[in-house]
């Protein structure tokens, strides 16, 4: 195993979830009708910075999460599993005690404390916008679109994090994904400095 590296940049997200926000903000998302969704709340940090966005627009934030930072495996390119990322920015804290403290005050937050191959939305549920950053196993990110992508409005976006970021099979599973969806997709739209790649729909 790798030396584990705990991320730099973001104190409080993984992702720097003001980039996601920015982009709502600059396709005026907020002009659609629904909620946002994301897969992989970790501590909660990014799920406040959605929930404060969304409370503007009188919009709900549902995280999708199963707290349990011993359930991914998945090696980066240096050998490190994540679990043992999630563990080492733990401390031994409890992760749900973490997000539950992150989160509090936030009345537009639901939260879901569970698998996310057993989550699905009814349909009447819509969403502008939604971010995976759950389990790192292809067949995880492949379900995690099929959680979000039937309930996203037409010109909503779905982002995924970690794309060409050292997980050669989790970027195959999502090109796969848009090579499949293409006639579902209006735009890609890459934010390589980030890691991110979001789809806009058609
Ligand atoms: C990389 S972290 C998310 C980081 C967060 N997006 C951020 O930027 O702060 C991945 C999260 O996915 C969660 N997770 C892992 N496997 C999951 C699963 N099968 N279902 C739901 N959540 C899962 C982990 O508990 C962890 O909190």
């Known amino acids: 195993m790798g030396k584990i590296v705990v ?60 707290f349990d930072p011993s359930s991914d495996r998945t090696e980066d390119a240096s050998g490190v599993r994540m679990c043992d990322i999630y563990r080492a920015l733990l401390g031994g804290r409890s992760l749900e005690e973490v997000y539950r403290e992150t989160t509090r005050g936030f009345d537009n937050i639901i939260t879901i404390n569970q698998d996310s191959q057993k989550v699905r939305f009814p349909e009447e549920q819509r969403f502008i916008f939604g971010f995976i950053d759950g389990n790192h196993q292809p067949e995880y990110v492949v379900n995690d679109f099929y959680v979000i992508w039937p309930n996203l409005v037409s010109g909503g976006a779905l982002g995924f994090h970690d794309y060409n970021h050292g997980l050669p099979q989790l970027t195959e599973a999502i090109d796969g994904l848009i090579a499949e969806h293409k006639d579902e997709i209006g735009e890609v739209s890459e934010i390589g400095d980030r890691h991110i790649i979001l789809l806009i729909k058609r």
């Open 7 to 66: 991320p730099k940049a973001p104190t409080d997200d993984f992702v720097g979830y003001e980039i996601l926000v920015g982009f709502m903000k600059e396709r005026a998302l907020h002009s659609l009708e629904g909620d946002i969704v994301e897969i992989g709340a970790f501590m909660g940090g990014g799920t406040i910075k959605l929930a404060r966005f969304a409370r503007k627009h009188g919009r709900r934030v549902y995280a999708v999460d199963n």
